[in-house]
């Protein structure tokens, strides 16, 4: 028999939001075995059972960090199959999600990183200047290649990882599916999204200003790291235009848009100073 599917889920101080994910990858048609790694919670959740452990690692390391934990204890047991789930503690397969990720992977022999659908009728993709963005889908179901996938509920294949590595740190939250997937390109494997493998992630656990900060500081070290400093050079110049134009026109503003944050951002990019976010911004609401 088959060992169970090894599910990852970080977690940070959202114990009922991680019962319900707990529960909803129970539900599965699928047996599967759930490493919950711990991103510094204020309590431990009390979730440990058969078919669950609770690694903690004593503080928030970020979303690809605290993966990593659980990439790397996949990776040294060997007879822990060839694919490893990652997913958020607010992520919500519907019961046939995994099973039917497995079932179109099993075609995709050159496949090393897919995503379950989110229902949004978009693809993620990478731009040389923006770099991750969506796009709308171009298929209705079953395989759709990607530009990377998507950390909802995202499958990674032994093969891939080891061979290309697993998250860059520095990125602590955001754009590390995006870097993971273009090194995991350059190496010949393939990313996707399995159309109908349905999933919902109905809540954000990040402040706007982390969020801002995050999002822009990591969007320009991916596009240095992977198309160059002259795209870097063109999008740092469209960042400084937004960063005027939102601070004088609060109508051109997106949905996370923090001054503060973006201004560090721009900063600590020039600094090379990556990793965690400033601690005053994780705070700030």
Known sequence: MAPPLPVVIVHRDQPQRLLDTIDAFRAQDVPVMITIIDNGS????PVEAADVAVVPTGGNLGFGPAANVGYRAFLADADAGEWVVLAPHDALPEPTCLSHMLSVLAEQPRAGL???DVGDAAT?????????????????KGWEPAGHPHGTLMFARRACLDEVGIFDERYFAYCEEADLALRAKAAGWESGLVRGAMVKNPHIGSTSAAIDYLQLRNTLLLVRDH????HAFIRFSIALWHLASGAV???RRGPYWDLEGRVRGLLDFLR???GPPPA???AKR
């Open 280 to 282: 005053h911004l994780l």
């Open 249 to 251: 026109a609060p109508a």
């Open 124 to 140: 993620p993709v990478i731009d040389p200047y923006f770099g991750g963005i969506l796009a709308p889908a171009s298929v209705e």
């Open 227 to 230: 198309s160059g400093r002259y």
């Open 272 to 274: 090379g100073r990556f």
């Open 114 to 116: 897919a995503c379950a």
């Open 42 to 45: 204020a309590v431990l959740p």
